[in-house]
């Protein structure tokens, strides 16, 4: 068997064929790189693909904690040079914290999915265990995947129920061309993005007191991550604690609607 980044020109014609295609594997195969490379190849193809990113720990769409969609008009190199077609905020860098709350925010953002368009996905590296498996086969029912890829022996064996759900089912072996990343460099990654993401962002203070939180603890807010949400459910921003000051928090703020909040969802801590 081929390794991903040898089997890539070989694959993408025979992937074109379906609609929404999920890429899974281990952390470090060369997942976000493949759809990356799939996503130029479509556009080429005159497509205007969908990317999808449910990697909460490192998002290329958002900010930690979130998980989003782009829509690729355009040759690109960065994800995030992309048009943002939905952000659904989820507050911590793994989908494990909390498997309820991460799977409404991939059930809100398939709903904002179009019909008829090609839709690549991205997830996680969490595939070991029954609930990394649970996930991975739910997710790509409420996706309504009709492809995947595995990368890896350890995927490998999930074959048979993708394909017992109809999925068609594509195996490759990891990118010998990745550096794996150990947990330092990852969480150094991880706030390398959220100084990215909100730095051009403006500040404001914020009264946390005066909202309704959804929180698992609300003291020392200092450098968390948050979403405030309308009452229609909606995010119309996400935030970061830069400070607190008597009671106040002060923030970055990214607005991604006109609506006030009125409630605010509370993530973890994103710092050094
Ligand atoms: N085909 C390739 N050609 C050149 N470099 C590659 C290729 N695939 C991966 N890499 C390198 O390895 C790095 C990690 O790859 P990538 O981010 O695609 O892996 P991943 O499986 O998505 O990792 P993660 O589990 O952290 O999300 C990339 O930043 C890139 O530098
Ligand atoms: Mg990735």
């Given at each position: 068997m081929q390794d991903i980044q040898r089997l890539s020109g070989e694959l993408f014609p025979l992937l074109e064929p379906y609609k929404r295609l999920m890429v899974i594997g281990p952390t470090d195969t060369g997942k976000s790189t493949f759809i990356k490379n799939y996503a130029l190849y479509l556009i080429s193809r005159?497509?205007?693909p969908y990317v999808v990113d449910l990697d909460v720990g490192q998002s290329d769409i958002?900010?930690?904690g979130t998980i989003g969609s782009v829509k690729a008009t355009k040759t690109f190199t960065l994800l995030e040079e992309l048009p943002v077609h939905d952000l659904e905020f989820f507050g911590f860098s793994?989908?494990?914290?909390?498997?309820i709350s991460y799977m409404h925010c991939v059930h809100r953002l398939s709903q904002k999915l179009p019909e008829g368009k090609k839709v690549l996905i991205d997830t996680t590296g969490w595939i070991h265990g029954y609930e990394a498996f649970s996930l991975k086969l739910s997710k790509a029912n409420i996706l309504d995947v009709d492809a995947v890829l595995l990368i890896g022996e350890v995927v490998h064996r999930w074959e048979r129920a993708?394909?017992?759900v109809g999925?068609?089912?594509f195996k490759c072996l990891p990118?010998?061309?990745?550096v794996p990343k150990d947990k330092s460099r990852r969480k150094l990654n991880r706030y390398a993005a959220t100084l990215r993401f909100f730095e051009k962002c403006p500040l404001a203070k914020l009264d946390i007191k005066r909202f309704p939180a959804w929180a698992r603890e609300l003291k020392d807010p200092k450098h968390r991550i948050l979403g405030l949400y309308t009452k229609k459910f909606e995010l119309t921003a996400v935030a970061w604690v830069l400070d607190v000051q008597e009671g106040?928090?002060?923030i970055?703020?990214?607005?991604?609607g006109q609506e006030t909040p009125t409630f605010v969802r509370v993530g973890q801590k994103i710092s050094l």
């Open positions: 005159g497509e205007t958002g900010p930690v793994a989908p494990s914290h909390d498997i993708f394909s017992g999925i068609r089912v990118s010998k061309l990745v106040m928090l002060i970055r703020v990214h607005k991604l």
